[in-house]
């Protein structure tokens, strides 16, 4: 075990007396509470972490946030591997497992390194140019290979085991970011009165300050922190922490997911991995900082290049010196800081380069306090040492080259305020020429920006406009702030002037470390067209890597205006888009996967038929019982059974998920007569009717039975697929198109368990379960007739002589909470008749047996006059779809219509989804003239049958028709026959 | 002639009573199925809303709301459901007899529909109520915004619901599809186990 | 041709100019597209530099030898669509209106490298649509059948089948089990703004005029005929205007007074991190919306519905996300750890059946492609030869013949879906 | 996006349902004269970069339609009212 040979004696955040064991590409190390997995491989001299996409070259860790390129781990093993994690953001805990990744067979000895000999060649698009040949070639070998050399991590090895949970929050501000700007915007806003929530990417708050060595009212200004954070614990205010807000929505909708337990090894028992917060702000407050830039040189990309903030974090925050020689190369006073952090910590700060061709006095003090050698004007040219820098060359302004030996180069580009949340909904970022960086620009409403994502660098400004947020988002929400004290502190220089890439550099210079952009390949897509941002990201993937570009978009484009003789500004770089940084999958489903993708609805049988051994099938959102097999039947024996004994006896089906829909009303029948084809309003009291509804452009939408219970009071049942579609439909009828009318609709589609009892039988079984005194005689209760009545001792119910099977039956129906109840009850008082259940399998069948369409007809490309269904047009009234399905098209003769389809070998079976041909004509796209929609075995007839759609259909009954099944090899002669096969003249359902 | 039909609640099998999840400090929420109300439909007929709400207040000294919230009648709930429209609740009515009663009392007046049979009422109650509720709901049930009378119509986890505060303790009676009540079970029982909950009889 | 642009136009790509070019440094690399001001007149102006405006260009002057031809783009080329969709590319349709089309498409996106001499990564790993319940299945034989008649490849394969294609989607615990699949061996995926750049590079060479930054503020018409538009850059003549527009066509239409069966729809896709090979054909899920693809940098590529409303605004909102990441874990949980990079929005022209129009307009001279739906991208080959060909001689090509204007008014839909006048629902 | 219901109050959006163009109008007529407007009424939109009236079914909430006045480039809404005026509203 390494001990921890780059902790620093003393100072940090971290908790030296609770030491946590982990693990690095297999060997094991230590670190403490409070560390990152990045400042623990630091402490233990690890510094060589990754290695880059395209060369394969070796990379550290370059930052101490989320914004790290570089430092990617595949974190965690098996089914919790998480690749592409960023070690700078991984809290250290207990049994930690971190392997790098996109190497072989070692991170020290990469084969796929040779890339980089091969770089003249594979510069920025080199792959539009060639792999053409032989065409074929692309698929089975260059891709593959491309492929295989692609990719970071490996994805998990199975479903991922946690839990994750989502959460709406709703608030009057929403800060975001917990440093001095949103500390202070938090602390106004809630001491307003306002309800906050404040969100912090990090596991503590302070932001910046707990990188640094600042002073607020003349403490440590942690001592702030820990006062803010009480007060803010005793007022009306959430603090969220390890909560990225991580996307902006239209209504001041922000999206947060919050880590609840990335931190520790496995989640505890009960507890979510991570939360999706949906939360809603009448204002938000993006406080969430600045991002720093490197500065573009030769091999600037070497494990122990760092950026100069990210030294501070690493030496402050967390005691840990990423090296023990320290070369500072700058082009700004804020930079300097980090020698004099590194200096106080006895760390050798061997040269401060300045690239400005003007330095500051501030930076000469800085170098002089530090006591280390300074370089004005100057750059660093050239970076020797592969796995880890060992010495820099500094290029005077004189010409003079000083080689200078060291192990850390920190660097500092400047900074990038934190401005992406503030781009999401379209708003475009402008150019600050003062700060050489871009700033937020026009914003989305209810938001505001405060800190440096303003561009306020300064503690002092900060913390400012940090408090005249706070109290703006206050006001904004009708809140009356009074004024408190400010806290006190310095701003402190933050001068700059930014050099963005040194010319005279040697090697390659990386713009976009993760994806190995570099300024050759930039120069060449400007040199090839490609000069506008969003065609240099697309041509040379400049931005496109997991960082998204946090740390080298700007450069990119400053790289870009050099090269095309423009400024930065007038460049501009791509835009930001949601998330800020990258989000699991698993957290935005949250709940919703394996058996709770969807919620499943349970008909009232449902747990009857489960006992009854039901085999269940989806429909649409429900669980429907398919059939009920018996021991060593086979599902179709089973559905075989099923059928011949609703044919010969009785069966009963639960049909329940029909669509219900109570219409009442004084215009109910009105207001029937103008959504369905036909006519309702003359449907006497006690009597039921078929119905088919259009859509307004005349094809056919829905159809069922609507039944007549009292003068102003009907009972619609529409399909069970179309059920929401319907209700939703005749809703915008009553309320915008006909809103004159006395209707009322309600849904009692849950209210209603309905069941089918179908068969020569049915009436006998019927008999025995409803009251006294209801007669159900056919003379009394013919076809059609319906009627309110009580079963089994004085439950209400609703009886309808309908029948979808063609034999005698009925649909009865009671409150949902007796629908148990009554289908044991049915089947008890059944038996003597020989009842079966029977489910949606041989429900297709009888239907199919008798030519009613359903969902394989009506499927929305189909008219009435296709189904036959032409003479319930109503040629007396409007009603939805009339006038259009007039139209020249819908109605022409030549148009695929219903048939039946009967196999001339009785023992072929037609495939649904075959088409039709004629009998002696080939195959093909010209001879199609239609296609099979439903099949079924009959066992009343004993062989297949179909249904479909044929040209021509009912002109055509008794012709010999092909139906052709290419995809399965297949192909049945069959007669083309009326779409009715049992009982064409419907006698059984009569009697 | 068969025997009398039981009533079985959507949630049989599921709502056994005890404790369940993290067992941390106080006891996160309490959940109880209601059973035996009635629950029935109530919609204005055109034309007709003042002399329902007349005959509302005659008949249960009650002002029908016309916002979402929940009005106490004599024995009945009236809770907004939409304009000229209401969800009316009631113990004393038990099951099908309420709407039995509304159509008796509202006749000419409003159209009527019992929804008792399909309807799964669950009361969540205690401290985290509105923490597992916010787990679905999205609507802030924050006392400044929500009035402790307050009620809505919206979705947890893509199933739709009827909500209403029963009381400030915190309670709240949510309103199911019966058919749905075991996903919602589902959803609950996941999203209150982070705060420990127990199950009472109903 | 001055010997500059002489010099374009004799830049051949291949390894041998790949390595030859190495050798010198990269230095020697030409534009691939000249950066003109527009001409006062051109026999085509074609409004729109995105896929199907730059292919329609190409085939102008590749296949009917008309040159003369500007292609006008607002923004950059290739910013609309091209460049924002899933990359999907594939034939596997229904309905006789659409089939030959898109097969058609599918067929020169096969020699699209080498009749650009630009490789666009066109790569038929193959489309796979799962399929879950029996209706389901039907249909989709239906439409496999539909394929097969019309030549087209198309195979269903049951639940071992899928597996062995896909061996990580959730076959055992989903709401949805998976009971078999559609797939078109042919399908794939092909690297979506390499086809902008492939198809302006070859117009470029045969003398098109690209302008970028060119927006189109007014078409101006005389006694019923077009004579030219106007321009960010002035006035532009044409015997000829071509709105190539999809996403703004009611926008731009409405400058020459065109109302059109059609709603702009935003609809929001997804990448995550790149990881090692996963997934090797495109899949789409058949209980919910999800279709996923892995690109060749290791991304995963998906995309759910649409956002549902008319918007204009390129991005969309929470539900779809949520809705979208719902379906990726129901197929397949093993994904669940992955991170999305990047989410962003495009703009659909969703037409009233779902499918689109290449036609003439009721203003002389003024003709009109959009209304592409979900499918603008794979179409683009396809779109842009049956545009030109229309633009050439005036007369529609046979493949896109029912993609016309007035089917609406007679009812001669093409509606794949079945689901009516109501775009959202395509 | 948020709706604010003029009933419930201001909603997710994903609580309701989007129809669209809320200005076109169904005809009257029937005789064969009509069957531009008709087609009109039926396929064809404006769909204008701007403000745009449309209709949203409550689905979820209190099944009122409404029409609401939406910016299509900003999502920004203006303004939300029933789609009918019944009483009690």
Not at chain 3, 219 to 232: K, P
Not at chain 3, 318 to 340: C, N, Q, S
Request: proline share 5%.
């Amino acid at each position: 075990m390494t001990s921890q040979s780059n902790r620093l004696r003393d100072g940090g955040l971290i908790d030296r007396a609770k030491t946590v064991r982990f693990s690095f590409d297999g060997e094991t190390l230590t670190g403490y509470q409070g560390d990152t997995l990045a400042s623990a491989l630091l402490a233990n001299g690890k510094k060589l972490v990754g290695r880059s996409f395209k060369y394969h070259r070796p990379r550290g860790i370059l930052t101490a946030g989320s914004e790290e390129p570089n430092a990617l781990v595949e974190l965690r093993t098996g089914a919790r591997r998480e690749p592409n994690t960023r070690a700078t953001t991984i809290e250290l805990y207990d049994g930690l497992e971190a392997a790098s990744q996109n190497r072989w067979p070692s991170l020290k000895f990469d084969v796929m390194a040779v890339n980089q000999l091969f770089a003249p060649i594979f510069g920025a698009g080199f792959y539009y140019k060639t792999f053409m040949w032989p065409a074929s070639f692309w698929e089975k070998v260059y891709e593959p290979a491309i492929r295989r050399a692609a990719g970071l991590g490996r994805a998990a090895s199975a479903p991922d085991p946690d839990h994750y949970d989502k959460a709406h929050a709703f608030c009057d501000v929403l800060v975001i970011g917990s440093g001095p700007a949103g500390l202070a915007t938090a602390l106004e806003a809630a001491r307003a009165g306002a309800r906050v929530i404040l969100a912090e990417e990090d596991f503590r708050l302070g932001g910046r300050l707990l990188a640094e060595r600042y002073e607020i009212d003349g403490k440590p200004a942690l001592d702030w922190v820990r006062a803010a954070e009480e007060e803010l614990a005793s007022l009306d205010c959430r603090i969220l922490r390890r909560t990225t807000v991580f996307g902006v929505y239209d209504g001041g909708t922000y999206a947060a997911i919050e880590r609840v337990n990335d931190h520790v090894k496995l989640p505890p028992a009960h507890e979510p991995r991570q939360r999706l917060w949906k939360i809603v702000a009448r204002q938000a407050v993006v406080a969430a900082g600045a991002i720093e830039r490197p500065i573009v040189f030769g091999d600037n990309d070497r494990p122990g290049i760092m950026l100069a903030g990210a030294v501070r974090t690493y030496v402050n925050r967390y005691g840990v010196t990423p090296g023990r020689r320290a070369v500072v190369f700058t082009d700004n006073d804020d930079a300097f800081q980090t020698a004099v952090d590194l200096a106080d910590h006895g760390v050798e700060v061997v040269a401060m380069v300045d690239a400005r061709a003007m330095p500051s006095v501030k930076a000469k003090e800085i170098a002089a306090k530090a006591k280390a050698p300074y370089f004005a004007n100057s750059v660093v040219q050239r970076v020797r040492g592969r796995q880890a820098v060992k010495s820099v060359d500094i290029a005077a302004p004189n010409g003079e080259v000083h080689r200078i030996d060291c192990d850390l180069l920190a660097m500092s580009g400047g900074w990038n305020p934190t401005l992406h949340l503030t781009t999401h909904l379209n708003g475009k970022p402008v150019w600050n020429a003062d700060l050489s960086a871009l700033v937020p620009g026009a914003l989305p409403p209810g938001m505001s920006v405060a800190g440096a994502s303003a561009g306020q660098f300064g503690l002092a400004a900060c913390l400012a406009s940090g408090r005249l947020a706070g109290t703006e988002a206050a006001k904004a929400c009708g809140f009356k702030p009074k004024r408190h004290k400010a806290p006190k502190a310095a701003d402190e220089s933050t001068e700059a002037s930014p050099v963005w890439q040194v010319e005279t550099s040697r090697g390659k210079a990386f713009v976009d470390f993760q994806n190995d952009v570099t300024i050759s390949d930039i120069k060449l897509a400007a040199r090839e067209g490609f000069r506008v941002p969003e065609h240099l990201k697309r041509y040379t993937t400049l931005g496109m890597a997991t960082d998204q570009g946090k740390t080298g978009n700007l450069n990119g484009a400053a790289v870009l205006a050099n090269v095309t003789g423009r400024y930065v500004g007038a460049v501009g770089t791509t835009t930001f888009r949601p998330p800020f940084t990258p989000v699991a999958i698993s957290a935005l489903a949250g709940h919703h996967r394996g058996p709770d993708f969807r919620p499943a609805r349970l008909a009232p049988s449902h747990k009857w038929a489960e006992e009854q051994g039901a085999v269940f099938v989806e429909t649409g959102p429900w669980l429907r019982a398919l059939y009920y097999p018996r021991a060593g039947e086979s599902p179709q024996d089973s559905v075989n059974r099923e059928v011949a004994n609703v044919r010969t006896q009785v069966g009963v089906c639960d049909v329940s998920t029909l669509g219900k829909i109570e219409v009442q009303g004084t215009d109910a029948g009105v207001f029937l007569d103008r959504v369905y084809a036909n006519t309702f309003s003359t449907l006497p009291v006690g009597k039921a009717r078929y119905g088919l509804m259009l859509r307004e452009d005349g094809f056919v939408m829905d159809d069922g039975t609507t039944a007549r219970l009292a003068e102003d009071r009907y009972f619609m049942t529409t399909t069970t697929a179309n059920a929401v579609k319907v209700m939703q439909h005749l809703e915008f009828c009553q309320q915008v198109l006909w809103p004159e009318l006395d209707v009322q609709l309600v849904s009692v589609t849950e209210q209603w368990a309905q069941y089918a009892v179908a068969g020569p039988r049915a009436r006998d079984v019927l008999q025995r379960l409803v009251d006294p005194g209801h007669d159900i005689s056919n003379e009394a209760f013919p076809y059609l007739a319906c009627g309110e009545i009580n079963v089994c001792g004085g439950v209400p119910a609703r009886l309808y002589r309908l029948s979808f099977s063609g034999e005698l039956a009925y649909e009865i129906g009671v409150p949902a909470r007796y629908g148990d109840a009554l289908i044991r009850a049915i089947m008890m008082e059944g038996a003597a008749f020989g009842i079966q259940p029977y489910g949606t399998e041989a429900l297709g069948v009888l239907r199919i047996e008798k030519g009613h369409p359903a969902g394989g007809e009506l499927n929305g490309q189909t008219t009435a006059h296709d189904l036959g269904f032409g003479k319930l047009l109503s040629a007396k009234k409007d009603f939805i779809g009339r006038f259009m399905a007039a139209r020249p098209v819908l109605a022409d003769a030549n148009r695929e219509k219903f048939v039946g389809l009967r196999p001339l070998d009785r023992e072929a079976r037609i495939r649904a989804g075959a088409h039709l041909v004629p009998k002696d004509a080939e195959a093909t796209a010209k001879n199609d003239q239609g296609y099979v929609t439903s099949i079924a075995y009959s066992p009343s007839l004993g062989h297949w049958l179909a249904l479909g759609m044929l040209a021509r259909g009912p002109e055509r009954h008794g012709e010999v028709v092909r139906a052709v099944d290419p995809l399965r090899g297949e192909e049945v002669l069959a007669e083309v026959v009326p779409p009715c096969f049992v009982d064409p003249e419907g006698e059984r359902l009569r009697v | 002639m068969s025997r009398p039909l039981a009533s079985v609640s959507g949630l049989a099998g599921l709502t056994v009573p005890g404790s369940y999840g993290a067992k941390v400090g106080e006891l996160g929420v309490t959940i109880a199925e209601r059973t035996g109300l009635g629950i029935a439909t109530v919609a204005a007929c055109k034309g007709k809303s003042e002399a329902l709400k007349a005959a509302a207040r005659k008949a249960y000294g009650v002002e029908l709301p016309e916002r979402s919230i929940v009005a106490s009648g004599r024995d009945i709930l009236f809770i907004g459901t939409g304009p000229g429209q209401w969800l009316a609740v009631s113990e004393k009515y038990a099951n099908e007899e309420l709407a039995r009663e509304l159509a008796g009392r509202l006749q000419g007046l409003a159209s009527v529909a019992d929804q008792s049979g399909g309807r799964t009422v669950i009361r969540i109650s205690g401290p985290r109520a509105r923490d597992v509720l916010a787990k679905g709901l999205p609507i802030d049930l924050d006392p400044r915004v929500f009035p402790s009378n307050g009620a809505a119509t919206s979705t947890i986890s893509l199933m739709g619901v009827q909500l209403w505060q029963a009381d400030d303790t915190p309670a709240y009676e949510l309103a199911i599809f019966r058919s749905l009540s075991g996903s919602f079970w589902r959803w609950l029982a996941a999203s209150a186990a982070e705060f420990g909950y127990e199950v009472k009889p109903g | 041709m001055n010997p500059y642009e002489r010099r374009i136009a004799s830049m051949r790509y291949s390894l041998a100019s790949l390595l030859a070019n190495a050798v010198t440094g990269n230095c020697n690399w030409q534009p691939v597209w000249r950066e003109p001001e527009p001409k006062p007149a051109y026999d085509v102006v074609i409004v729109g530099g995105g896929g199907h405006g730059l292919a329609t260009a190409h085939y102008l002057a590749k296949e009917h030898g008309i040159t003369n031809v500007a292609v006008l783009e607002k923004s950059y080329l290739g910013s609309g669509n091209v460049g924002r969709n899933t990359t999907i590319v594939r034939s596997n349709y229904l309905l006789p209106g659409n089939l030959p089309f898109y097969e058609w498409s599918m067929k020169l996106w096969e020699g699209l490298e080498q009749d650009l001499n630009y490789n666009a990564m066109v790569s038929q790993r193959g489309v796979l649509n799962v399929f879950h319940s029996d209706p389901q299945r039907d249909a989709y034989a239906r439409r496999g059948n539909a394929m097969r008649l019309h030549g087209v490849d198309a195979e269903l394969l049951d639940r071992d089948g899928v597996r062995k294609l896909v061996p990580f989607v959730d076959f055992d615990n989903a709401r949805f089990p998976v009971r078999g699949g559609l797939f078109q061996a042919r399908g794939g995926t092909v690297r979506h703004d390499a086809v902008a750049w492939g198809y302006a590079r070859a117009a470029d060479r045969r003398g098109v005029d690209i302008i970028q930054n060119c927006e189109v503020t007014g078409i101006r018409i005389e006694n019923g005929r077009v004579l030219g538009v106007e321009t960010a850059k002035g006035f532009v003549g044409a015997n000829k205007v071509a709105l190539s527009v999809a996403g703004s066509s009611s926008r731009v239409g409405a400058l020459a007074g065109l109302r059109l069966p059609i709603e702009s729809h935003s609809v929001q896709a997804f990448v995550t991190e790149s990881i090692k090979p996963l997934i090797d054909v495109v899949m789409t899920f058949g209980a919910g919306h999800f279709y996923v693809s892995q690109s060749d940098k290791g991304g995963l590529v998906f995309g759910g519905d649409i956002e549902g409303y008319n918007s204009y605004a390129q991005r969309g909102n929470m539900p779809v996300i949520e809705d979208v990441a719902e379906g990726g874990m129901a197929l397949m949980p093993v994904i669940g750890r992955l991170r999305i990079v990047r989410s962003w929005g495009g703009l659909l022209d969703m037409t009233m059946d779902g499918s689109p129009i290449i036609d003439k307009t009721p203003v002389e001279g003024l003709y009109f492609n959009g209304g592409w739906c979900y499918g603008g991208f794979k179409a683009t080959p396809a779109a842009g030869w049956c545009f030109a060909h229309l633009l050439a001689r005036d007369e529609p090509h046979p493949y896109a013949a029912a993609y016309r204007l007035d089917r609406f008014a007679h009812g001669a839909v093409i509606d794949e879906k079945g689901m009516g006048a109501q775009p959202n629902l395509h | 996006m948020r709706i604010k219901c003029p009933y419930c109050g201001e909603r997710a959006l994903e609580e309701f349902t989007y129809r669209g163009d809320a200005t076109v109008k169904r005809p009257r007529s029937l005789e064969s004269d009509a069957a531009e407007a008709w087609t009109d009424y039926v396929y064809f939109r404006h769909n204008p970069a701007g403000l745009h009236r449309e209709h949203w079914y409550h689905g979820a909430g209190c099944h009122a339609w409404l029409t609401v006045t939406r910016d299509t480039r900003t999502h920004e809404i203006v303004a939300v009212e029933f789609a009918d005026k019944r009483e009690g509203t």
